[in-house]
């Protein structure tokens, strides 16, 4: 590349790299990357496959940068994710690996029938793995100030990976984030808990299924997974249902939840239990409820999403013969950012703390609205929908 193009595309990259102007230039902070990193022992060799005419990368910091112009409902989010097309793809794959996958369920104690749902979901079964150098990636979030911290030990610790051995550099492609390979790990969960699945001397999750299956169920395993249980299921709330107790911060025994009336989907009642759980409700008080146990909560450690956790269930009882959820809101309206900004502004303004107006619907966000439901005697979902931003408008 002509060296004033080069300096001029770089100069123009770090206008929106944070709040405030660089104090040095890309190519500064990379010497300084690179010094630590052979400090740290990381080889020369792979420091020049890796770094050698790096740039930053424009397109991941507009990535990096962007907001979704609607925030997903959950009936979308699992419609997407959980289709016809996609059990049955499953269900072959399942038959096609069973060998593999009981190996790894004799070792780790995971389901078969989990496992493939987690590939699906992160990767669909290995067809969707990025398009982007995870190094050029994480380098450029790491030169960014928002969260260069963070982003720099990722960088440091994929260096490490690539000079282990496990892959090269140039076919180390991830996410724009550097989620790498068939099950999305970042460096740090790679460092973690992958493993060498087939005993080839490197750890393969990009191409090497019985890495991709080892690696996963030893990140769950670790997180708490346990193999005789189940996720969750769906059920049925009583009507006079005290939605305050929705939420995973309350855990009850499965006796306590059927003494309190929750009963199975087919209206039957709950078998006796002394397995803990609580109930979530995605698409608040008039959408399906679930009684989610230990192994969903293991599933919120490898992603914080609830909307994640719950198709990562749904999907593998699917895989097994189960029954699509009953109870799908019928006309379930997503909120777009604009409307969640003004939610969030109406509830800190009526003394509710829904925390910074981000446009992200966290818990403090989901607290405040409980809070508010409280007040005004509405079921307390702490669901974020348009009825509650109407009635906060008036």
Known sequence: MNIFIRVSLLVCLSVPLGSHAQEQSFFQWLAELRSEALQLGISEQTLAAALDDLEPVERVLELDRSQPEFVQTFTRYTNLRISQAQIERGRALLREHAQLLSQVRNRYGVQPHYLVSFWALESNFGRATGGFTVIQALATLAYDPRRADFFRQELLTALRVI??????????????????????????????????????????????????????????????????????????????????????????????????????????????????????????????????????????????????????????????????????????????????????????LRGFDAGSVDGILGSRTRTAIRAYQGREGIPMDGYASYSILEALRN
């Not at 051995?165 to 790990?185: K, P």
């Not at 999750?205 to 346990?226: E, M, R, T």
């Not at 006796?272 to 679930?290: C, H, K, M, R, T």
């Open 163 to 348: 000079d282990d051995g496990h892959i090269a550099a140039q076919r180390m492609t991830g996410s724009w984030a550097g989620a790498m390979g068939q099950l999305q790990f970042m460096p740090s969960t790679f460092d973690r808990y992958a493993i060498d699945g087939d005993n080839d001397g490197r750890i393969d999750i990009w191409n090497s299924l019985p890495d991709v299956f080892y690696s996963a169920a030893n990140f769950l395993s670790q997180s708490g997974w346990k193999g005789d249980e189940r996720w969750g299921r769906e059920v049925i709330l009583p009507e006079d249902f005290d939605f305050s107790l929705s939420g995973t911060s309350v855990r009850k025994t499965v006796n306590q939840w059927r003494d309190l009336g929750v009963t199975q989907v087919d209206g039957s009642r709950l078998p006796s239990a002394e397995l803990q759980g609580s109930i979530v409700v995605p698409a608040g008080a008039d959408g399906p409820a679930f009684l989610a146990y230990n192994n969903y909560r293991t599933t919120l450690v490898w992603n914080r999403s609830t909307f994640y956790a719950l198709a990562v269930g749904h999907l593998a009882d699917r895989l097994t013969g189960g029954e699509p959820i009953q109870n799908m809101p019928a006309n379930e309206i997503a909120l777009s950012r604009d409307n969640v900004l003004e939610l969030q502004e109406l509830l800190n």
